[in-house]
């Protein structure tokens, strides 16, 4: 493994959940691939901008404006870390059942037709070569069981994103209930903890 790119989207900073567990993940990470080199985005310190009409028309059809050729430079630029990315790690808060808006617009850049993902023969097919992708989702519910099941749209919706440009090769960790207080805050990021280790020890040194 050679390059690790990290996408870090919470606004809580230093006392985000997923914040932390992407560091624990990362520096699990460069242990074992000391020489890998990190590419790192805080989308939430250093948002992306939202899609605009420079940017459809940049991306899709010839840039030729100004902020067409910007926009277009900031894509093809988003996309080259990915494709150059041998692993790939995601802070994924759930915000409004969903994921962070800036986290969003990352994908807005980086799914484009005709470079990250084709249709044949009426199929949708995705053209990033495939790579292990951890996520780690940070709640303040509970959504792997129980009634709020239905209203996960964060998880469904960020397997069918990343499979849809090719990376299929996904695991999710979750950190829940860190609505619930101080006590079930630490014992979901334990229990996240343990699962990244176990992860990491059983899956990436193959798929890497
Ligand atoms: C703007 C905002 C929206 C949120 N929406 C939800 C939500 O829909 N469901 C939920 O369970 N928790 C929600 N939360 C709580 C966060 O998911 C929880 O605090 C989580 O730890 C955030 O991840 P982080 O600690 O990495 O920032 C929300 C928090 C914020 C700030």
Do not use: C
Request: proline share 7%; no cysteine.
């Amino acid at each position: 493994m050679s390059t690790i790119l990290v996408l870090n989207s919470s606004l809580s900073g230093e006392a985000s959940v997923s914040n932390i567990l992407v560091a624990d993940t990362l520096a699990a990470l460069k242990a074992s691939h000391p020489g890998a080199k990190v590419i790192t985005r805080d989308l939430a310190s250093n948002p992306l901008p939202h899609l605009t009409p420079a940017t459809v028309a940049g991306v899709r059809t010839v840039a030729s404006t100004p902020a067409e050729i910007e926009a277009r430079a900031l894509a093809d630029g988003l996309v080259a870390e990915l494709n150059a990315a041998d692993v790939v790690v995601i802070g994924a808060p759930m915000y409004n059942f969903s994921i962070p808006t800036t986290l969003r617009a990352w994908f807005d850049h980086v799914v484009r037709p005709g470079v990250t993902f084709t249709y044949e023969g009426g199929a949708p097919k995705g053209l990033v070569a495939n790579k292990p992708v951890i996520v780690v989702e940070a709640r303040g519910g509970l959504y792997s069981e129980g009634p709020a099941r239905a209203v996960d749209f964060q998880e469904p919706y960020l397997r069918h994103l990343l499979g849809f440009i090719g990376l299929t090769d996904v695991t999710f960790i979750r950190a829940e209930k860190i609505g619930y207080g101080p006590e079930a805050r630490d014992a979901a990021i334990a229990g996240a903890k343990a699962e990244i280790a176990r992860v990491l020890a059983r899956d990436l040194p193959k798929a890497a």
